[in-house]
């Protein structure tokens, strides 16, 4: 053990800031809408809700309580409190996990730099959905472009990495988390208010409203179990459950922050993010009569759409684009700061060494999945790209398997009072629905996880 005192979170705001600048990323702005647009909207919606609630929530709780108790990294955690167990092989998949999702995840962030280059030089002046949507396809299937831009962005991340948790990644998303939070308020506002798109012929092109009547009306004959998986995936993939990132920014945090309400006001940040930017994006998709299952590149093709019509539109796309990728920033430093924890702590490699190392690997496996999209579309995983396979075995399984190892143990190896005793501060606060909490966490979470999968892989059903 080094005499230094463990790096850590200074303030209650900066870890609401910090784990939700972890929650809130691609997964909330990229992700959560063109998932939504391909599994019928509204239904996903609820699906989506259902599984933050009673399964994303007491994970998060599970996940916070490992990491605050044993003051370690996702597989150290696992080591302190069932030493000797194959357990901590459940930390090892979430750096499994880290690397798959941190490689398809900076080539989307490396996606919003050359946004953020587009909107100085002005080059979506003018342009339609249908062209923005040509112009991304043919800049993803640029070979080189994207993999210039993704790692510029995998080393701004691993500077931030490098910089620690005080000064680096506290700092950075304190400031910028608010902002963004407001910039998607007014896009929202501007989205829902373009009301009716009608041609010089008088003709009906498309209603805003309708794009909130698809986001906000189930219809539930769209729901079958790839939506249902999706949609647990998903849940998963934007709390940042189920692979240690919670176990590790837990393990920076003071004994006196009260960890259920930290968990909860996260979630709700993260949800509410989600939603706000379906609100953003899908009054403007129906209202430019662009194809909701569009895919990875809606929200490139239809954001800068609605900034067309905005007053000052140059200054909101600059801004917009700006801060989506400061929000995938504060996102990949949490998934490149779970592998490095994991190096330091275990592997007893210095902080530096370690963040170049686990980064310059993510890069390359990075590169792959950039490729995918030009020079090596061809190669393929079950029908799925390398892009796709890292998204989908990391998102569908990685994430959500690791979250039903992580309530299993905390609901039945953990004891009862120990898991009680961090999560209420040794009984000084009070935690309401405490068996509830417990109740979903040995029982609910991991038989609900276990049925959703059993039907994908078509064993049940
Ligand atoms: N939650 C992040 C997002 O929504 C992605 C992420 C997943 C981060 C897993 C850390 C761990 O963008």
Known sequence: MSSKPRDGFSSKFGVIAAAAGSAVGLGNIWKFPYEAGQNGGGAFLLLYFVFVILIGLP?????????????????????????????????????????MILSFYGVVSGWTLEYIYLAVINAFKGQNPEQLSKGFN????????????????????????????????????????PILFLLIVVIGIRSVSLGANISESGEVIGHSYDGLKFLFKP??????????????GQAFFSLSLGMGTIITYGSYIKKDNNLKKTAIEVAFLDTLIAVLAGVAIFPAVFYFNVPPTEGPGLVFSVLPSIFQKMAGGYIWTLAFFVLFAVAALTSSISLLEVAVAYFTEELKINRLKATIITAV??????????????????????????????????????????????????????????????????????????KSIYFIIRFLAPVAIAIVFLYSVGLLG
Request: aromatic share 12%.
């Open 59 to 99: 994970v998060m709780m599970s996940e916070f309580v490992i990491g605050r108790k044993t003051n370690a990294n996702a597989v150290g955690a696992f080591k302190s409190l069932a030493p000797k167990t194959p357990w901590f092989f459940t930390g090892v998949m979430g750096v499994a996990a880290a690397f």
């Open 361 to 434: 690997s993510i890069t390359a496996l990075g590169v792959a999945c950039s490729l995918s999209n030009s020079v090596l579309k061809d190669v393929s995983f079950f029908g799925r790209n390398i892009f796709d396979t890292m998204d989908h075995v990391s998102s569908n399984f990685l994430l959500p398997i690791g979250g039903m190892l992580i309530a299993i143990f905390t609901g039945w190896v953990m004891k009862q009072s120990e898991f009680y005793n961090e999560l209420s501060n040794n009984g000084t606060i009070k935690i309401k629905l405490f």
């Open 219 to 232: 219809d539930f004959s769209k729901i079958d179990i790839d939506v249902v998986l999706d949609a647990l």
């Open 138 to 177: 043919e800049f993803i299937s640029n070979p080189i472009r994207p993999v210039f831009w993704q790692v510029g962005f995998m080393t701004l991340t691993a500077l931030v990495v490098i910089g620690g948790i005080k000064n680096g990644i506290e700092k950075i998303t304190k400031l910028l988390m």
